[in-house]
């Protein structure tokens, strides 16, 4: 098999993140859920908007910001995700291409528009994200650059983008197409509320030997197998994947894959900002450390370096040089 030109491929929802800080008075008075991830209509998403204070708007979107982060590593990356033909797919566009990602999906003429996530950032870094998928959730099965998974070391799937039946269509023909040709798949389930929308068919996909990489926090392994107790949590999925990834936050986070089983701390950080995107940033330095060849203990010490970075400032992209933090380390 020849050496593939990516070394990930990711497919996920295009969608600029619109990030406020919040006082946790407003989270109650909007009727949020504090640190949940929820899907809104337009009219939500508008209401919404009107109600932040001064925000910054940041391409953003999990797959997405799991690729910036290892574009900034140095790997090859390419991303299938669609916008509408409007300023926000603009500047989704310019940011993922800026990054030296490879980015050629076609643009979706007309409504809905781009899609974005309305991110309100309490004082203690927590966020409240309400995503309106707009354009994303239209991403159709010819949009995909097949020969793009087949020359790609790994395809990375974000479990946002399940929700709406037509991009899961297009995802399944990308697992098909990725497994057909001797590559991996990874997933992150993303959320909880997509597992209990959806958890019958990431458990299809897992019994079916179709994932090789599963990414999950605590929250989302409890909801994933119906076990409370961590360490039934784990015994109960790890068997049925080659490689388990539980982050637990604060907790550090946790690897199996067969007989091994690794853990580390969470990275040191003077202050927690943000922690918008650290599961992303933390599947970007394990998936950089497991295509590159590394030890589970290596990978996961990557992952929690990149999502200690990410977590000390506002958005969910890197900031600072994530290659030379790596570097001091490895």
Not at 236 to 247: D, I, N, S
Request: net charge negative; hydrophobic share 45%.
């Amino acid at each position: 098999m020849t050496e593939p030109r990516y070394d990930v491929i990711a497919i996920g929802n295009a969608i600029v993140d619109v990030m406020s800080p919040a006082e946790d008075s407003l989270i109650d008075e909007l009727d949020m859920v504090r640190g949940a991830m929820t899907l809104v209509d337009a009219d939500r998403a508008t209401s919404l908007y009107e109600a932040m204070g001064p925000a910054r708007e940041i391409s953003g979107g999990s797959a997405a910001n799991t690729l910036a982060g290892l574009s900034a590593l140095g790997a090859q990356c390419a991303f299938i995700g669609q916008v509408a033909n409007d300023q926000l797919g603009e500047v989704f566009a310019h940011d993922i291409r800026a990054g030296a990602i490879d980015y050629d999906t076609p643009v979706r003429i007309g409504d809905p528009p781009t899609g974005r996530c309305l991110i309100f950032v309490t004082a203690d870094g927590q966020r409240t994200m309400n995503t309106f998928l707009g354009a994303s959730q239209f991403l159709p099965a010819s949009a995909l650059d097949l020969d793009a998974v087949r020359d790609s070391k790994i395809l990375y799937l974000e479990g946002y983008l399940w929700d709406p039946a037509e991009p899961r269509a297009a995802m399944r023909q990308a697992i098909e197409t990725a497994k057909g040709a001797g590559r991996k798949v990874a997933f992150t389930l993303s959320d909880a509320f997509v597992i209990d929308r959806h958890g019958d068919d990431f458990q299809a996909l897992i019994d079916a030997q179709l994932i090789d990489i599963l990414f999950a926090n605590h929250v989302e392994l409890a909801a994933l197998t119906g076990e409370t107790d961590f360490e039934a949590g784990l015994a109960a999925l790890a068997p049925k994947v080659p490689v388990l990834v539980v982050t637990c936050g604060e907790r550090g986070a946790v690897a199996l894959a067969g007989e091994e089983r690794v853990s580390v701390s969470a990275e040191p950080v003077e202050r927690v900002v943000d922690t918008t995107g650290a599961g992303d940033l933390f599947a970007s330095g394990f998936l950089f450390g497991h295509v590159r060849g590394k030890d589970l203990q290596t990978c996961l010490t990557m992952g929690a370096i990149a999502a200690a970075e990410v977590i000390s400032h506002y958005g969910a992209r890197p900031e600072a040089d994530l290659k030379a933090l790596i570097g001091k380390r490895f």
